[in-house]
């Protein structure tokens, strides 16, 4: 069994985790537009959303922000949006966020994009609570061992990997997913679970594509346990009934139901 949250990419997100007991991850302000102007409409959204469920994550706004770039405004930019995004994630009585690295591949030297990247995650985190969690996600990253290196080097509890095995699935990857499970395994913090085909980033259910998902979440249980992991897509229904009839998570009616369809279908093939 697995320790599993649902995203609120999917509209259902909410109730399903509340039937089904599991946590949520709040995406919403990963636009950052939801901190500005439209946080009033949002605030309510957010609060109903995280009515009875105690785990839970934040995903911090990544559009266009890049902590180590070479443009000094830009760094200043991604620093007060992510500021931003750790107030407004201690208002809601969260403690673990995730970001993204603004890695760019052919516009970043690895070796000074992780110098950069350093200095800035130290700096963030000197100030925050000691019971907050940065999670760092992979997702133009071509190879698992950069990512790694930043974590290494900042040297900082707080601050872990969210392996997003869709992203580490796509055709821009140059490693394959066993070797960024097997390299990422000691930094593990959170992992993201969706499907797609290679090409594009679908952000399907677990089922849906050509990544093997049952064998990654026994590998990633193998290695590390006692990780967490967000279903990251809008079919929120479907990824469920996956991890049930996969034994990743309990039976319940939504197994059965699926089951039956998937039995009554084949009397008629």
């Known amino acids: 069994m697995i320790r599993l949250h649902l995203s609120t990419i999917g509209k259902s997100a909410a109730d399903l985790a509340r039937r089904h007991g599991l946590g949520i991850e709040i995406a919403d302000y990963s636009y950052a537009v939801n901190m500005d102007s439209n946080f009033a409409h949002w605030e309510g959204i957010t609060h109903a959303n995280l009515f009875g469920i105690a785990n839970r994550i934040f995903h911090a706004p990544?559009?266009?922000?890049?902590?180590?770039?070479?443009?000094?405004?830009?760094?200043?930019?991604?620093?007060?949006?992510?500021?931003?995004?750790?107030?407004?994630?201690?208002?809601?009585?969260?403690?673990?966020?995730?970001?993204?690295?603004?890695?760019?591949?052919?516009?970043?030297?690895?070796?000074?994009?992780?110098?950069?990247?350093?200095?800035?995650?130290?700096?963030?985190?000197?100030d925050k609570s000691d019971n907050f969690s940065l999670l760092l996600e992979n997702v133009m990253e071509e190879s698992p061992e950069m990512l790694c290196e930043i974590i290494e080097k900042t040297d900082d509890t707080r601050f872990q990997l969210c392996l997003d095995i869709g992203h580490a699935g796509r055709a821009s990857s140059q490693a394959s997913i066993t070797h960024w499970i097997k390299a990422t395994a000691p930094y593990f913090g959170h992992v993201h679970i969706h499907n797609n085909y290679r090409m594009s980033d679908l952000h399907n259910p677990p089922g849906e594509g050509l990544i093997d998902m049952e064998l990654v979440l026994t590998k990633i249980i193998e290695l590390q346990?006692?990780?967490?992991?967000?279903?990251?897509?809008?079919?929120?229904?479907?990824?469920?009934?996956?991890?049930?009839?996969?034994?990743f998570l309990p039976a319940s009616d939504t197994e059965l139901q699926l089951t039956n369809v998937q039995h009554n279908a084949q009397r008629f093939l």
């Open 62 to 126: 990544y559009s266009e922000l890049c902590p180590a770039s070479a443009d000094p405004l830009i760094v200043e930019v991604s620093r007060q949006r992510l500021d931003q995004a750790y107030k407004i994630m201690r208002y809601f009585d969260i403690n673990r966020m995730v970001v993204h690295s603004g890695y760019v591949p052919h516009l970043h030297h690895e070796d000074w994009f992780i110098g950069r990247s350093v200095a800035f995650w130290q700096d963030f985190l000197h």
């Open 225 to 247: 346990h006692s990780t967490t992991f967000t279903a990251e897509t809008t079919k929120c229904e479907s990824a469920i009934a996956w991890f049930e009839i996969n034994g």
